[in-house]
């Protein structure tokens, strides 16, 4: 219960500081051929940037004398960005996507960090854009028609199915 109180406590954060927010459009070039990129992607990335940042602010604040408290915790910040992407239908990034977003206005952001940020929350992700699995498909179609029977998050419960497809099913693996 403890670990979802603090769960919990990060998204009044998320709500004042926000998700998905692009301070501009980026033109994608690569080798005098323009990759396209979807805003939706691009935002998903600043979304990892922008947890690198928080972490790094973490980072700094605390000081080793001392024990000092913070409201933002970056191991559920890492859980909510984990849960939003287990969540959501869009294709894993790739390298490539990543490599062109550090490179077009992130210079204080290396590509590793972000790498092993992003490795962190999803996992190993391919260098080129890929689908995402079919069980992760049908999980968003389960969980969309439960949502549209009022039936999210306690009707997954109330299904007669083996546990780990519950735990599936309630986005903790």
């Known amino acids: 219960m403890l670990m979802r109180s603090r769960f919990f406590r990060f998204i009044p954060h998320l709500l004042k500081i926000g998700f998905s927010t692009v301070p501009r459009k980026i033109n994608l070039y690569a080798n005098d051929k323009e990759i396209r990129i979807s805003k939706r992607r691009i935002s998903l990335i600043y979304d990892i940037l922008r947890l690198q940042d928080f972490h790094l602010m973490e980072m700094e604040y605390i000081s080793p004398e001392s024990v000092s408290y913070s409201r933002f915790n ?7 960005l984990a849960v939003m992407w287990r969540s959501i239908p869009d294709a ?5 996507e990543m490599t062109l977003v550090i490179s077009n206005g992130h210079q204080q952001h290396s590509i590793e960090e972000l790498q092993i940020t992003y490795e962190r929350i ?6 080129e854009p890929t689908p995402r699995s079919l069980t992760h498909y049908c999980r968003i179609v389960i969980r969309k028609f ?21 735990s599936f099913l309630r986005l903790e693996c």
Do not use: R, W
């Open 122 to 127: 999803v996992g190993p992700y391919p260098s």
């Open 74 to 80: 970056p191991k559920s910040a890492h859980k909510a």
């Open 146 to 166: 439960m949502a549209f029977n009022l039936q999210l998050p306690h009707g997954i419960s109330k299904l007669d199915i083996p546990t780990t497809l519950l």
């Open 92 to 96: 894993l990034l790739s390298q490539k």
